[in-house]
């Protein structure tokens, strides 16, 4: 089946790429190209999607080793940008890797510059509860995830029933072959680990090596996956209340900050916190919810220490919102709004989680609340809230399964070095290990500390990354930065 496809991919790409001149006098290195995929690449001769993507070519070409794909997560997450950002001069990879190698970005199917995915803006900033406590509630919950996924199959076309990560696949194999057919190296990121790792699943011989930071391990039961994460996460806001505790620059040191955290969510669950700021730019929620505090939460610990080219505010900032959230102003930690058809992390994110993730369909609301008394069981100050979570919005979802969760199958040995912190609040190093025993001979490097993916940090992590990327060795696997 995926030998044949493998086959027939030369035929339905041939000379489909196309080049541009994207660069500027900001970007002046900078190239940018396309290509037309099949839709369903089991119809080759079906409705195609466009996807784009953008190169940085190796600085130096006597070092060149070939290309390196780079995919920043998400899902929808936006590769081109890291790329054009980096053309810039952003340091978001070392030199070394920029020495080495072409740098890659393509945006995947639906996602960025590629042919996105639109839902109804209208119907997806409706607020309806992830955590229902009554049929009535869960009833809601369904017509909402139909509606809204109906509204994207509308108004995006026969793109958004085939979003799931096996077709992204192959559309990451069809660019390969259509710079050129070189083996390419992996760098994955978060989401990013599992576009990597069904890459070299379906197309085992044409990957040199990866490297993939923050992992997630696509082969488990969705309670099992909900449980992980959100222990890893409540596990980090543990780890961030310590830290407040000892350092006085955290805007709540001297609080006891779990409770303040439940006495936030409590208060709000009752009556919604109000968030001024966004009466003002119509771009998040007016208010904020006990329920959206806990959602919300787990990306401000993404970093401990601000990164200012991703927007990131770190752990002293978190301190600072649920200050103000405290003082009756929580518009940092409000929910965003779609202000458009194209919302990546929303739509196009959310079609990936619901054709890659077992589909609930049988979820009844007996389901759920099941589910809510384990989240409360392991995790009792977020209480199961996590990414992971959100896969409660696919019930009801009108696209299919098309890549439900499976161990995985890699039937080459890729040189694999999976990279993974102790206390990561999304990606736990449970799914690290869970993924290192599916990939032969995969190393494990473990970083001591907190937050989301390692390298940009641009600590001893960082380097290593770096150093196997370009020898294929690593001198050690604990690293403290
Ligand atoms: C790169 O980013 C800049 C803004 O930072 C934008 O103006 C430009 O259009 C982008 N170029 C491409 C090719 O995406
Ligand atoms: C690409 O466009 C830039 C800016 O418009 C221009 O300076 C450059 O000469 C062009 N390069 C090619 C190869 O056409
Ligand atoms: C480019 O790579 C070559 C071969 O590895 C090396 O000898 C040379 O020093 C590199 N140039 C720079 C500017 O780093
Ligand atoms: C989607 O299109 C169908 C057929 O035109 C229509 O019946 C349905 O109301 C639309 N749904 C949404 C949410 O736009
Ligand atoms: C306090 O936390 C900040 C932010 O993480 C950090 O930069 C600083 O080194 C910490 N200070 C102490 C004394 O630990
Ligand atoms: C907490 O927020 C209040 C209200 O904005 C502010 O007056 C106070 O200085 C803040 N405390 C700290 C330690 O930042
Ligand atoms: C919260 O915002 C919603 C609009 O999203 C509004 O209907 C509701 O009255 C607000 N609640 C409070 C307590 O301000
Ligand atoms: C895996 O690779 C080996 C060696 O190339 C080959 O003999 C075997 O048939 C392959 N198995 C599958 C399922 O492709």
Redesign the pocket.
Same mark, same amino acid.
């Given at each position: 089946m995926h030998l044949s496809v493998y086959l027939f991919l030369p035929f339905a790409t041939a000379s489909a790429i196309s080049w541009s001149n !994207? *660069? *500027?006098s &900001? #970007?002046p290195r &900078?190239e !940018?190209a396309s290509l037309s995929v099949p839709i369903n690449w089991d119809d080759l001769s079906g409705p195609r999607t466009t996807i784009r993507l +953008?190169r940085l070519p190796a600085s130096n070409t006597s070092s060149r080793i070939g290309p390196l794909f780079y995919n920043p997560g998400g899902p929808g997450g936006v590769a #081109?940008?890291f790329i054009? /950002?980096t /053309? +810039?001069g952003y340091h978001l990879f070392s030199d070394t890797l920029l020495q080495h190698f072409d740098l890659v970005g393509v945006d995947p199917r639906g996602v960025g #510059?590629s042919d996105p995915i639109r839902c109804d803006p209208i119907i997806a900033n409706e607020r309806v509860t992830f955590f229902p406590s009554t049929e009535a509630e869960f009833a809601t919950l369904v017509d909402y995830n139909r509606r809204l996924s109906e509204s994207c199959s509308n108004l995006t076309g026969p793109l958004f029933e085939y979003m799931d990560t096996a077709s992204v696949a192959r559309d990451m194999e069809a660019v390969r072959q259509a710079l050129g057919g070189e083996q390419i190296s992996w760098f994955g990121q978060s989401y990013g680990s599992q576009m990597a790792v069904a890459h070299a699943e379906l197309f085992p011989d044409t990957i040199r090596a990866m490297v993939l930071d923050g992992n997630v391990d696509h082969s488990q039961a969705e309670s099992s996956n909900m449980l992980t994460e959100s222990s890893t996460y409540e596990r980090e806001l543990e780890r961030f209340a310590n830290w407040c505790a000892v350092n006085a620059t955290c805007a709540l040191h001297g609080s006891d900050v779990l409770s303040v955290f439940d006495d936030l969510v409590r208060t709000a669950d009752i009556t919604p916190i109000p968030a001024p700021d966004c009466v003002v730019s119509e771009t998040c929620r007016v208010n904020v919810t006990g329920e959206e505090l806990r959602f919300n939460v787990q990306d401000f610990l993404t970093f401990k220490e601000p990164i200012s080219i991703i927007g990131n505010i770190g752990w002293a900032g978190l301190a600072e919102a649920l200050n103000q959230t405290l003082h009756g102003d929580a518009s940092t930690l409000s929910s965003s709004l779609s202000t458009s058809e194209i919302d990546d992390t929303r739509f196009a994110g959310q079609a990936v989680l619901c054709q890659d993730w077992t589909h609930y369909t049988d979820t009844s609301f007996i389901d759920l609340a099941d589910k809510q008394i384990m989240g409360k069981a392991i995790s009792p100050h977020t209480q199961g809230a996590s990414q992971t979570w959100t896969e409660v919005g696919c019930v009801g979802w009108t696209a299919p399964v098309r890549n439900p969760p499976h161990y995985a199958s890699i039937n080459a040995s890729i040189p694999t070095l999976l990279v993974n912190a102790m206390y990561d609040p999304e990606t736990s190093i449970v799914w690290a290990n869970g993924l290192k025993a599916q990939i032969p001979g995969a190393l494990l490097a473990t970083r001591n500390g907190d937050g989301h993916t390692s390298y940009l940090l641009f600590g001893e992590t960082s380097k290593a990354t770096d150093e196997y990327l370009v020898s294929l060795s690593i001198s050690q696997l604990m690293f403290s930065s």
């Open positions: !994207c *660069s *500027s &900001l #970007t &900078l !940018c +953008q #081109t940008e054009n /950002a /053309a +810039q #510059t």
